[in-house]
């Protein structure tokens, strides 16, 4: 166990929708990463968040936004839904995200997204 | 434009014996390179990190060689078990910041 919550872990949608993806870092992990994880795609990095700031931005679309919370908790929400969309979708935590890269990240379990 | 490459076929060898996997990437400098496990449905798992001015790191039966020069590096596991059986990933980092991770070699070995 990371220590990394995700909600929920299963989420069947319909084209069109929006969904709100969650997770809770480890007790005093500040920074906070998502990726999508798709079998033609492998790990993608979305987003991460550092102590409430946005930090760095990957191949993130512009349907896809996240935040996070001042208790450090992170909401990424996607609107739109593809079918394209369906994926296993990561977060992970890690102590600073100062470090420029040397930070160890701990994942979650992740949410599974099926979009119909 | 950066990429990572990791065999995409299987590895499949004996218990027991050194499994050695390999990561190569292109058109980037990465300041830190980290190897990762993941089992199927589960997120991935941190197992090493090298920085660009290690050759090689170890933790017990686990080893990673980092070589700049040919853009490689080598993640060797010793005495493999049947429970080494995973996908384990690279990921480079450092500069720009985005991490970037390859897609993973799959280690099968059998008892």
């Known amino acids: 166990d990371s220590g990394v919550t995700q909600t929920p872990k299963h989420l069947i949608t319909a084209t069109g929708q929006r969904v709100t993806l969650r997770c809770s870092p480890r007790?005093?992990?500040?920074?906070v990463y998502w990726y999508q994880q798709s079998l033609d795609q492998g790990l993608q990095f979305l987003i991460q968040?550092?102590?409430?700031?946005?930090?760095a931005k990957g191949n993130i679309l512009e349907r896809f936004s996240a935040q996070q919370f001042p208790d450090l908790h992170s909401e990424l929400n996607l609107s739109s839904l593809e079918l394209g969309d369906s994926a296993l979708y990561f977060c992970?935590?890690?102590?600073?995200?100062?470090?420029?890269?040397?930070?160890?990240?701990?994942f979650g379990p992740g949410t599974r997204l099926t979009v119909l | 434009s950066q990429k990572i490459e990791q065999n995409s076929e299987a590895l499949n060898i004996q218990e027991g014996k050194t499994a050695t996997l390999t990561c190569n990437y292109t058109?980037?400098?990465?300041?830190?390179l980290q190897w990762y496990r993941q089992d199927p449905g589960r997120g991935p798992v941190f197992l090493l990190l090298i920085r660009e001015n290690e050759k090689e790191k170890r933790k017990e039966r686990l080893k990673v060689t980092f070589d700049t020069t040919l853009k490689q590096s080598l993640f060797h596991i010793t005495a493999s078990q049947p429970a080494d059986s995973a996908t384990y990933l690279c990921?480079?980092?450092?500069?720009?910041?985005?991490?970037?991770f390859g897609r993973g070699t799959s280690l099968i070995v059998h008892p």
């Open positions: 990921a480079l980092s450092g500069g720009s910041y985005i991490p970037t």
């Open positions: 968040y550092y102590n409430g700031e946005e930090r």
């Open positions: 058109n980037y400098s990465p300041a830190y």
């Open positions: 007790s005093g992990d500040l920074s």
């Open positions: 992970a935590s890690s102590p600073s995200g100062l470090a420029e890269g040397a930070d160890t990240q701990y």
